[in-house]
């Protein structure tokens, strides 16, 4: 089949787009490069057809679409933080953008579109594990933009016959997720502090609680999704159903290097959510998906990756202290 990965520079879409090509997919990537990084098709890019855009362009959207069968939407503005900062680009992104890749994709009769939305949308909702039929909470624009994007995929499923299905990733990680934002993720941020001798910052008191998953399990979730049956308008968590506090994986990570670092404690980031575990039932009863990488396992691939390939970045992380 022909696949599109929109951002699929960025951490998850350029791991979707290898394994797709190892499947034996004809790949095309959309991506501005804004979060994206070129080097993280270095290795594919040979294999794969680019297509470089902005998806707030409909047209650039549309000449990216035009002649897949399957459209695996992962380009967002991403990062809690960044939304509570700049909601206006996070909107413009993730919700102006995600309308032009449904609009585009049904224009094109793309056969199904995949939508990467994310757990945040529970917000502070205290229930756990977290359920698909839950009432969604959202508290950052980022969580509220995501969700946002659920509704146009249901909407252009029930008024235009367009085949979507939504996956909720839960706290993604491992391989080409960058450390270097002011925005990134904790768990890339950790490893580089660590590698570099630095003491990690934890906002709070580090006992709020994640389902981290690892990234090979996103990318098997949504290879699942692009084929199973029954499942247009339908939404799934995608975690591995593990409970781990920001201290937990600090000490993991510290383990793992062999090494005995203190964090540095702050208070609490406006929009971040206390706690998170997902309920993965549904996903496994309809789409056959099951996690094969835990958490502990994840992080031993995710710093011998850092380790490889990541020096550089340890280099310029250690260049701020």
Partial sequence: MRVLVTGGGGFIGSNLAARLLADGHSVRVLDNFATGRRENLVEIADDLELVEGDVQSYERVHTAVRGCDIVLHQ?????????????????????????????????????????????????????????EHQVPAPIS????????????????????G??????????????????????????????TAALGGRAPLI??????????TYIDNTVEANVLAMNAEGVTGEIFNIACNERISLNQMLKEITAQLGIDLEPTYSEERVGDVKHSLADISRAGEALGYTPTVNF??????????????????????????
């Fill in 75 to 131: 380009a967002a503005m991403p990062s809690v933080p960044r939304s509570v900062q700049d909601p206006l680009t996070s909107n413009a992104t993730n919700v102006v953008g995600t309308l032009n890749v449904l609009l585009a994709s049904r224009d094109c009769e793309v056969r199904r579109v995949v939508f990467a939305s994310s757990s945040s949308i529970y917000g502070h909702n205290p229930t756990l594990p977290k359920r």
């Fill in 141 to 160: 624009p980022y969580a509220v933009a995501k969700l946002a994007g659920e509704g146009y995929c249901r909407s252009f499923s029930e008024v235009f």
């Fill in 162 to 191: 367009l085949d979507t299905v939504v996956l909720r990733y839960f706290n993604v990680f491992g391989p080409h997720q960058d450390p270097l934002s002011q925005y990134s993720a904790v768990i890339p941020n950790f490893i």
């Fill in 203 to 212: 906002f709070g008191d580090g006992e709020q609680t994640r389902d981290f």
């Fill in 296 to 321: 502990s396992d994840g992080i031993v691939r995710t710093l011998e990756w850092f380790e490889r390939y990541g020096s550089h970045w340890v280099e310029v992380a250690a260049s701020k202290k």
